[in-house]
């Protein structure tokens, strides 16, 4: 998969004020793929639904802990295993890191991403010596209040509320096919809502510039996490086929289940379809997302895939 990234045109982009960080470090809330060629369009159609029926490879599902030990360096490290913390896994998956369409891998040990971050006490002192920069929460004020991150001494808490709500949907009493109509919803809506747009640029923004590691965190309803993952992966120039299987790691190493409550549901691809779907469908290409959608300047995009590969 290779993505051109075109220069920067957007006049709603450079309009909009970026999402200003307060004094506490916090963001302050804001209102508000067949990627770049053709033949990317028809396999956006067509891999999800296979993928869903093929399973998620060995050397995927070893990104939390990972078996590989081809050198001593941060890109060949295992994961550090944070078992207190539902879903805690690399971004760049295990080592070497995913590959990438032009021959590159993703970097490790630079991006982490987990459900809320209350470790225990040993889990806590791994996180410190991890030295994270920068914890980016994108819960709802609700899933905050009732689980607050706990975040290492060496970084900084920025709370962005993705879904812009002072709380997460409620899912009880759904069936299966009317949850995953529900969620297909959702996904589609952090894709095209102004909101979430400009929550997902400001993060975007921000890690183009931070300083690593850095860790991503949410909720365990919609998946506002996996939709920021994916993009970076895309970024990277990760195979879409990948980054499905990537995404479906979170019903590996998270406990789900639908039940008459559904508060953390299993994620299915068709969820991430939809999120391509509507990529598509309101912008065409992946660039086009970035640039006017998101409002992300063409050096902005060049900074983050600098940091992503190796």
Not at 23 to 44: E, I, T
Not at 107 to 136: G, K, W
Not at 249 to 263: I, K, P
């Amino acid at each position: 998969m290779n993505l051109s990234f075109s220069a920067y045109t957007s006049s709603f982009a450079q309009a909009r004020k970026r999402l200003p960080v307060a004094a506490n470090g916090k963001l302050n809330r804001s209102g508000g793929a067949a990627l770049a060629n053709p033949p990317r369009r028809a396999l956006l159609k067509g891999t999800v639904s296979l993928l869903a029926l093929s399973g998620c490879a060995s050397t995927l599902l070893s990104a939390c802990g990972g078996e590989y030990t081809g050198g001593d360096g941060a890109q060949d490290a295992p994961t550090p295993v944070i078992g207190s913390v539902a879903n805690f896994r690399d971004l760049g998956g295990a080592a070497p890191g995913y590959s990438t369409s032009d021959g590159a891998h993703v970097r490790r040990a630079l991006i982490y991403r987990s459900d809320a971050l209350t470790p225990s006490a040993a889990d806590a002192a791994t996180l410190e010596r991890m030295a994270i920069s920068n914890v980016y929460d994108l819960r709802t004020p609700a899933e905050i209040d009732a689980a607050p991150d706990m975040t290492p001494s060496t970084g900084a808490y920025l709370a962005l509320n993705v879904l812009g709500t002072l709380e997460p949907p409620s899912f009880a009493g759904m069936q299966a096919g009317e949850l995953d109509a529900a969620m297909q919803t959702h996904w589609r809506t952090l894709v095209t809502g102004r909101m979430q747009c400009s929550i997902y640029g400001a993060l975007l923004e921000h890690i183009a510039d931070a300083p690593g590691p850095l860790l991503i965190t949410g909720g365990t309803g919609v998946d506002v996490v996996g939709w920021a993952c994916a993009l970076l992966l895309l970024i990277a120039n990760v195979p879409l086929e990948i980054i499905v299987k990537d995404f479906m790691l979170t019903d590996a190493w998270r406990s789900t289940g639908v039940d008459s409550v559904n508060l953390a549901p299993p994620v299915q691809p068709s969820y991430l379809q939809a999120a391509f779907d509507a990529l598509q469908g309101s912008y065409g290409d992946l660039n086009r997302y970035l640039t006017v959608g998101l409002g992300l300047a063409s050096g902005t995009v060049d900074r983050l895939r600098g940091r992503l590969v190796v």
